[in-house]
């Protein structure tokens, strides 16, 4: 197997070198384990990463299932073009608006890390109709969320990227509801390149995650676990009941 680069312009890597290839251990951990669960015994042909940022768990995903076709997706051009000549993925370039995304056929893996931890809602029913679209019979999706450690960390006054004078209401409306968005400040999205109102941190409840997916008839719950993704994100894992 080649030696595995890293992009210089990786934030996961550029701050934390010593725990990088952490997060991609702890994902492949968690997809075995919801294999498993659903009784999934065929192999992973056609996986599916978005957002795959630079590949930090893109890399682990082609050690632990290395037959498979993998696609990267992110709305970084260059994290896509990165993971494309690296790992030898299919690149697809996102969008703000998942319908719009230009994926093709069907995937037996779609993994996605750190999105929903960072939308609204709404934009949460946009991505979950993709998947639905777009698993396989049978295949997995597997996403991950921002609960109550994250909510802890808020609660210690640790600094976790929104505006100090956000944390008591975005706490309080947590605990009333389960949910809770807030953008982060303008200049940090400038750095990202999202425009205002369209990325924050997401603090959502497994009650609150479990309730959207009981709505999709086609996505059935085989795995939950808190903290369950580089010990500090909740991991979930849905089995498609029918064709995408």
């Keep these: 197997m080649a030696t595995r680069r890293y992009h210089p312009n990786d934030p996961n890597y550029a701050e934390h070198p010593e725990h990088y290839l952490q997060a991609g251990r702890s994902a492949v951990r968690f997809i075995e384990l919801a294999k498993e669960a659903a009784d999934v015994r065929r192999p992973l042909r056609r996986i599916l990463d ?12 082609q050690e632990a299932f290395p037959g498979a076709e993998l696609t990267a997706c992110d709305i970084s051009r260059e994290g896509v073009d990165f993971c494309a000549e690296q790992f030898g993925a299919t690149p697809v370039y996102s969008t703000e608006d998942p319908a719009e995304i230009p994926l093709d056929g ?39 969320t921002c609960g109550e450690a994250v909510a802890a960390k808020l609660r210690a006054g640790e600094d ?39 990325y924050g941190l997401t603090l959502s409840s497994p009650a609150w995650v479990c309730a959207r997916l009981g709505e999709r008839p086609n996505l059935r719950i085989v795995s939950l676990c808190e903290m369950g993704f580089n010990y500090n994100q909740d991991a979930i894992a849905c089995l498609a009941r029918e064709a995408g």
């Design 106 to 144: 069907s995937f037996d893996l779609i993994w996605c890390g750190s999105l929903l931890t960072h939308l609204g809602a709404l934009r949460w029913e946009g991505f979950l109709d993709l998947f639905e679209r777009r698993l396989a019979r049978r295949g997995l999706l597997v996403f991950t």
């Design 50 to 61: 978005l957002p795959c940022g630079y590949g930090r768990i893109m890399g682990s995903l």
């Design 160 to 198: 976790i990227g929104i505006a100090s004078g956000e944390v008591e209401g975005m706490l309080a409306e947590f605990d009333r509801t389960g949910f809770a968005y807030r953008d982060y400040p303008s200049t940090a999205l400038d750095e990202m390149s999202w425009p205002s109102g369209s």
